[in-house]
T-cell receptor, first 114, second 110 residues
Framework: DADVTQTPRNRITKTGKRIMLECSQT?????MYWYRQDPGLGLRLIYY???????NKGEISDGYSVSRQAQAKFSLSLESAIPNQTALYFC?????????????FGPGTRLTVL | RKEVEQDPGPFNVPEGATVAFNCTYS??????FFWYRQDCRKEPKLLMS???SGNEDGRFTAQLNRASQYISLLIRDSKLSDSATYLC???????????FGAGTTVTVRA
């Protein structure tokens, strides 16, 4: 079984709809991250969490919110989806207190907003 | 200016060839450097970290040039399975933040 899982894997929705993307991990890592990837651009950080009580905005958090329900679960919400949020979304985890450690990515969620 | 810039390629090479490409970064305070590999429509996976003295991992060699602010990746004896997009990743002086390049695509042909 995969260590980092994401659901759904693909989603098509309409402008204005609320969408939740879920991420679960069995690696026991404290740190979790949400990124989006667009063609021609590098991965960009949306939100990150160092533990259950710690949530931080990344570089492109506008239009998104997150919830860290447990150490193993970190969900990303789009309260009112818009077309420019169409992208490939990745959840990632890492251990320890330094980003210098390897990040492990989930398989991604391909989101299309019409 | 992007924090991490890569030549998108594609680099099309025959099996057995050597291919090399660079990545430049803008923040001179950057601390750590990595190459990740991403197969089409799949998640990125760590290929190797890049150390100041340069390092090898099998057929892969990574180099860091702090003075010119670039890192490089060289692949020797290319295999079909090396076909992928290679992401340059830089950790700046903030503990949480990794900056990703858009990737360099390598296609190895038989």
């Amino acid at each position: 079984d995969a260590d980092v899982t994401q659901t759904p894997r693909n989603r098509i929705t309409k402008t204005g709809k609320r969408i939740m993307l879920e991420c679960s991990q069995t690696k026991g890592h404290d740190r979790m991250y949400w990124y989006r990837q667009d063609p021609g651009l590098g991965l960009r950080l949306i939100y990150y969490s160092f533990d259950v009580k710690d949530i931080n905005k990344g570089e492109i958090s506008d239009g998104y919110s997150v919830s860290r329900q447990a150490q193993a679960k970190f969900s990303l919400s789009l309260e009112s989806a818009i077309p420019n949020q169409t992208a490939l979304y990745f959840c990632a985890t890492s251990e320890g207190t330094s980003v210098k450690r390897e990040q492990f990515f989930g398989p991604g969620t391909r989101l299309t907003v019409l | 200016r992007k924090e991490v810039e890569q030549d998108p390629g594609p680099f099309n090479v025959p099996e057995g060839a050597t291919v090399a490409f660079n990545c430049t970064y803008s923040n001179s305070a950057s601390q750590s450097f990595f190459w990740y590999r991403q197969d089409c429509r799949k998640e990125p996976k760590l290929l190797m970290s890049v150390y100041s003295s340069g390092n090898e991992d099998g057929r892969f060699t990574a180099q860091l040039n702090r003075a010119s602010q670039y890192i490089s990746l060289l692949i020797r004896d290319s295999k079909l399975s090396d076909s992928a997009t290679y992401l340059c990743v830089v950790n700046e002086d903030n503990d949480y933040k990794l900056s990703f390049g858009a990737g360099t695509t390598v296609t190895v042909r038989a």
